[in-house]
């Protein structure tokens, strides 16, 4: 399986008993989805290797799991720290202004009072807050992904509406426009 096919679910955080069972940490707003889970994919040096589940338990975001083949301390510890992946197709479709991180990559973004900014070119996914990275022209600009600054988001047109805050696009064009006025003044 090709890791760009895939979403990160979480990572493997300890080991629980002494049979090589696991305990994941589940990067999602709702475990109980996952308690059903048949199998996953465990990255094991840059590749991504399938394990099937023969037993998981979850609440809230964690998870005990035994996998098939891990019946041992040792074999547990091999794989502590490891990220766990899933195929993106097993990830229910979203509507409206709901989103998938790793979806948002080459949408056109435009603003409601600047028109067409650029293209996301990366969603960075910082624990305060989401960021759409938006090209620019040369420059940059970067606006939280908050549901109050996103009006719509057309999945079929690959474009997002926002709605960012007053000032915000400005601080990174006006940037531009001043390191150009001091490059032609630092040249006369």
Do not use: W
């Not at 709901?98 to 973004?109: N, P, W």
């Amino acid at each position: 399986m090709d890791k760009k096919n895939c979403f990160n679910l979480g990572y493997i955080a300890r080991r629980v008993g002494n049979h090589g069972e696991l305990g994941f940490v589940l990067d999602v707003d709702d475990g109980s989805r996952y308690n059903k889970l048949e199998s996953i994919f465990i990255e094991l040096n840059n590749s991504l290797v399938p394990f099937f589940i023969k037993r998981i338990q979850v609440k809230g975001c964690n998870a005990t799991v035994s996998l098939e083949g891990i019946d041992s301390i040792e074999r547990a510890e091999e794989l502590l720290k490891k990220s766990i992946y899933l195929p993106l197709n097993t990830l229910p479709p979203l509507k409206g202004k709901k989103f998938y991180i790793h979806e948002l990559a080459g949408f056109t973004a435009i603003d409601k009072n600047f028109g067409m900014i650029g293209k996301i070119t990366e969603v960075l996914d910082f624990p305060q807050q989401t960021i759409l990275q938006i090209k620019h022209g040369d420059n940059e600009i970067l606006i939280p992904a908050k549901e109050e600054f996103i009006i719509a988001i057309n999945r079929e047109t690959k474009t997002i509406e926002l709605n960012a805050p007053e000032g915000l696009i400005d601080i990174y064009i006006s940037k531009k426009e001043t390191d150009e006025a001091e490059k032609e003044t630092d040249e006369e």
